[in-house]
C-alpha cells in the first residue's frame, strides 16, 4: 500500500488503445486531487481510501462501473430485471478482488423515457443482489434525457463501497511461484464481450429466439444469464494467509485479469483443457470464426473467478468449492517470463 | 435520525408524477436490503452509513446524480470541462446540505464513440472542482455504448462520498418560526431546467450565439455557466448552532427544494423583490412567456443556496458572506400553514 496514488480508471467496451490513452491522461488530473486518506489503488478495481482516520487500519474500498452493451440484450429480452442484478453482482465482485466486503450501493439509472415498469424490475434485481451480498441499496438517481439516449436504450450504472481491513487487503505481497490456480465456473458471458457476441449471434446470426446448440435454452437466455457474485463462494476464506490473490475474469478475459497479479518473473500456466468451455462461447467460436486466444481475450470462456491459493490448500478448497461453484484446478505459477500461458 | 430507512432517491428531468411513482416502487426493494449502519436519510438529497460501527458517531453520506441535460449545452458550445465541474460541484452541493464534507468522488462517462480529448475535458473540469472542493477524484468508469447514446452525446455521472459527525447533520431539528432565510447568488442555472430553456432559447429561439440582452456575454455561454459549489461559503459556519438547515436550490426551485425543511405548522416567506432576477432568466420568462410562479418552480431564479439561521446571527453572516457571495436576506420562517409564500 505504499505505491503513488493510481487512481482506479477502467474501460467497458472500449477499444484498448483509446482506454489507455484515457487512463494516460486522467491519471494525473486525478492525481492533482490527492487528499489525506487516499491509498494506492493497487491496479485499479477499485480505490482506496482509509476512513475515519488517515493510514487507519480500516478502508473503505469504493468503484463504479457500469453494465455495458449487455443492457442491449436486456431490451430484447425484456430481462431488466438481470440487468439490476447484473450491475449490484459485477461491482461486488470488482472490489472482492481486494477482499473488500460490500457495504452499500448507489445506481443511476438514464434513459431517454422513464418507464416505471423498467425501473421497477431493475430495482428488483438490485435489491435481490445486495440481499445475497449483505449490503444496503443506499440511494439512486433516475434520469430523462431525450437528446442523449436512443428511444427505449437505459443505461445502468452502479457505485458500491465496501471495506476491507489494511492487513487483509489482496493482492497482499504473497503471491509467489508454486501458488495454485483454482478456479469458479462462469454463468455465462456476465457483462463482457457483448459487442462481439451480439454481432455474431444475434445482428448477423440466428438471433435470439434461436435454440443454443441442441437446446432447450435459447440464444436469448443465454446471453441474459446473471453474473455470478463470488462473495458467497469465498467469503469464508477471506482474511485466511493461504489465500494469496482474486482475479476477477472480465473484459481481457483469464489472460488480461489475471496478469495484473503477477509480480515480475512469474508465469501463470493454464491449462484450459481442465474444463468445459460453455456452449454459448463454442457457439460464438462456430460462427463467427474467432480463433482460440482472441476468444479467451474477450470471454471468460466458462470461469468467472481465480483463486491464487497455497498450493498446501488447493486440493481441499477446490473440493469444497467443487459442487456449488465447479472448482477446478485449473493452472499454477511458475518462475519465468512474466505473462499468462494458456493452453487449449 | 431515528426515521425508518427512506432511500435517497431523486429525479432529474423527469416528468414529477413518473418520478415520484419511481420512488413509491424503488423505496421497498431499497429497505428490503437494510444492513447494521444504514440509517435515516432525512428526505433525501444523501443516503447515510455509519461506519466503521453501526450506530457510530461520524456518518458517511453518499450521493449519485447525473449532469442532466445540460449535457447537450456541453456538446453545443464545447465547454465539456464546464460539465465535469459542474457534476463536482452538483455532488458536494447535494450532501453538503446535510453539513457532510466531501472525502472521494468517483465520476463514469458514458457515450456512443470514445473521444478521448473529451474525456480528457471533462477530467480537467472534475479535477479542478475536486481540489476546489478538498476532495478526491478516486476513481472513475469509460463507456463506450453506439447501440445506447446518441452519436456525440454523453451522459455524466458522479457519485460522492462524505462524512459528517453525526451531532453536527443538519437539519438537526432546530428549524423553526423566526429563523432568518439568508440566499446566496448562483452562477445561472447551474444544473436544473434545461429542457425547458433549450426550448426557449435555442431550439424555437435565437440560438445560442445571440447575445444575451444587450450583452456582451451569449445565450450559450450563460446556458454554460458552471454550478455553484457553496462549500467554500459555508465551511467556516458547519456545527455552529445558530446554523439550522441548508436548501441546495436545483430542480423543484426555492419552493420544491425549501419546502422539504420545513417542519409541521411553519411556513417560509420569501421576498424575491430582494434580489435582482439575473438576466438570463428574465429572457427564457419573455421569449416563453412563462408565469412567475412556472419560473420559480423550475428555475433556482438567481438564488442557488439558503442558509436557514437563527435571526440573532442573519445579519452579521450576511455582511460576511455578501461580497464574494451575494448574499441577500431574502425571508424568514412565521408559524402558519406549511409551505413556501413567495412574493415576486
Given at each position: 500500500?505504499?505505491?503513488?496514488?493510481?487512481?482506479?480508471?477502467?474501460?467497458?467496451?472500449?477499444?484498448?488503445?483509446?482506454?489507455?490513452?484515457?487512463?494516460?491522461?486522467?491519471?494525473?488530473?486525478?492525481?492533482?486531487?490527492?487528499?489525506?486518506?487516499?491509498?494506492?489503488?493497487?491496479?485499479?478495481?477499485?480505490?482506496?481510501?482509509?476512513?475515519?482516520?488517515?493510514?487507519?487500519?480500516?478502508?473503505?474500498?469504493?468503484?463504479?462501473?457500469?453494465?455495458?452493451?449487455?443492457?442491449?440484450?436486456?431490451?430484447?429480452?425484456?430481462?431488466?430485471?438481470g440487468a439490476g442484478y447484473d450491475i449490484v453482482s459485477h461491482c461486488v465482485d470488482d472490489i472482492l478482488v481486494h477482499a473488500a466486503r460490500?457495504?452499500?450501493?448507489?445506481?443511476?439509472?438514464?434513459?431517454?423515457?422513464?418507464?416505471?415498469?423498467?425501473?421497477?424490475?431493475?430495482?428488483?434485481?438490485?435489491?435481490?443482489?445486495?440481499?445475497?451480498?449483505?449490503?444496503?441499496?443506499?440511494?439512486?438517481?433516475?434520469?430523462?434525457?431525450?437528446?442523449?439516449?436512443l428511444e427505449g436504450e437505459v443505461d445502468l450504472v452502479g457505485t458500491i463501497v465496501g471495506a476491507v481491513r489494511r492487513t487483509d487487503i489482496l493482492p497482499g505481497g504473497r503471491v509467489r511461484a508454486g501458488d495454485a490456480l483454482i478456479g469458479l465456473g462462469s454463468a455465462g458471458l456476465h457483462t463482457s464481450g457483448y459487442s462481439l457476441a451480439r454481432r455474431v449471434l444475434l445482428d448477423d446470426g440466428p438471433g435470439r429466439g434461436?435454440?443454443?446448440?441442441?437446446?432447450?435454452?435459447?440464444?436469448?437466455?443465454?446471453?441474459?444469464?446473471?453474473?455470478?457474485?463470488?462473495?458467497?463462494?469465498?467469503?469464508?476464506?477471506?482474511?485466511?494467509?493461504?489465500l494469496h490473490g482474486f482475479a476477477h475474469i472480465t473484459g481481457g478475459g483469464i489472460p488480461g485479469n489475471l496478469v495484473r497479479l503477477l509480480p515480475e518473473g512469474i508465469a501463470a500456466e493454464i491449462d484450459a483443457t481442465r474444463w468445459e468451455t460453455p456452449e454459448i462461447f463454442r457457439e460464438i467460436q462456430r460462427r463467427g470464426g474467432v480463433a482460440d486466444v482472441e476468444m479467451h481475450q474477450v470471454f471468460n470462456m466458462g470461469i468467472g473467478w481465480i483463486l491464487i491459493v497455497d498450493p498446501s490448500v488447493a486440493e481441499i478448497w477446490t473440493g469444497e468449492l467443487n459442487p456449488d461453484w465447479g472448482a477446478v484446478a485449473i493452472g499454477r505459477l511458475v518462475p519465468g517470463e512474466w505473462g499468462v500461458r494458456l493452453a487449449t
Open positions: 500500500m505504499s505505491q503513488p496514488h493510481a487512481p482506479a480508471y477502467r474501460k467497458a467496451g472500449v477499444d484498448l488503445l483509446a482506454a489507455e490513452e484515457v487512463v494516460r491522461r486522467l491519471k494525473p488530473l486525478a492525481a492533482a486531487t490527492r487528499v489525506p486518506g487516499v491509498e494506492s489503488t493497487l491496479g485499479g478495481f477499485g480505490g482506496f481510501f482509509s476512513f475515519p482516520e488517515p493510514g487507519g487500519e480500516q478502508l473503505l474500498v469504493a468503484s463504479m462501473d457500469g453494465v455495458g452493451t449487455k443492457m442491449k440484450v436486456a431490451r430484447l429480452t425484456g430481462n431488466w430485471e460490500p457495504l452499500f450501493f448507489l445506481d443511476y439509472i438514464g434513459t431517454a423515457r422513464l418507464d416505471v415498469d423498467v425501473v421497477e424490475a431493475i430495482g428488483r434485481g438490485m435489491s435481490r443482489a445486495c440481499r445475497e451480498a449483505g449490503c444496503a441499496l443506499l440511494g439512486g438517481e433516475t434520469a430523462e434525457m431525450p437528446g442523449v439516449y434461436a435454440l443454443l446448440g441442441s437446446g432447450p435454452g435459447t440464444i436469448g437466455e443465454a446471453l441474459a444469464a446473471p453474473h455470478r457474485m463470488y462473495l458467497p463462494a469465498v467469503r469464508s476464506y477471506l482474511g485466511r494467509p493461504e
